[in-house]
């Protein structure tokens, strides 16, 4: 039976447009927005602050645990903070997002951010951006979307976010970076990047954001109707 709080999830690997496509969908429905990938990111800097390694399992799941994360403001702009203080931007750093994919891969640090995550879920609805929103954290939702896109364009995507935060990377750097991600996510033994059985498959390769959010529409609309 599906829960009376409806979700769309979208899932995918880096560079196929998650964040936008989620925060566009969630601004135009109304609904809330989770961005699993800034809890992720949040519990690796605060790791990093503290110097705990990504391999200490131990000290990360009582970090996760604790961690006195939050998030502020709406779809449209929402602000990461980390007791109190603001940290949108350095959680996008590269190093933070290689060190919580690496984090990332131990079932218990897992296993102690799945609460937070469906805490995310309220009325009207929730938009839940991930890898493995789907297949673990919300396997009951309605529509279940996984994005794909090739590693050429996800890298060039990825290039031109980082130029405009003003950091210096190159073509190859960043497809190199990319290609060891996608094999960590999808090896990991605890919630593997893979799409539902349930999931509708979306190649953004190619497609302008205002193409991709057409289809998507079009989705919701079919599955909300049905019920």
């Known amino acids: 039976m599906r829960a009376a709080i409806p979700v769309i999830t979208l899932d995918g690997p880096g560079g196929v447009g998650k964040g936008t496509l989620s925060r566009l969908l969630a601004q135009s429905l109304g609904w809330h927005l989770l961005d699993s990938g800034a809890i992720y990111r949040a519990l690796a800097y605060a790791a990093r602050e503290q110097g705990i390694s990504d391999q200490d399992v131990h000290a990360l799941v009582d970090m996760a645990r604790i961690l006195p994360l939050h998030f502020q403001g709406d779809a449209g702009q929402t602000r990461v903070f980390l007791a109190g203080e603001p940290i949108d931007e350095v959680i996008r750093q590269p190093e933070i997002g290689e060190m919580a994919s690496r984090l990332a891969v131990h079932p218990p640090v897992r296993a102690a951010l799945l609460e937070r995550q469906r805490a995310f879920r309220a009325a009207p609805g929730l938009i839940a951006d991930g890898r493995d929103m789907g297949t673990v954290v919300f396997p009951d939702a309605p529509l279940k979307v996984f994005l794909t896109a090739s590693v050429e364009e996800r890298a060039k995507r990825r290039l031109n976010q980082l130029n405009e935060q003003g950091v210096n990377a190159s073509l190859s ?38 193409e991709t959010l057409s289809v998507l529409n079009g989705w919701i609309k079919d599955t909300f109707e049905e019920e």
Do not use: W
């Not at 996510?185 to 954001?209: F, H, K, M, N, Y």
């Open 173 to 210: 750097a960043v497809k190199t970076e990319i290609a060891a991600r996608d094999e960590r996510d999808r090896q990991r033994s605890v919630a593997p990047l893979q799409p539902a059985a349930d999931a509708r498959v979306l190649d953004t390769s190619g497609q302008a954001v205002s």
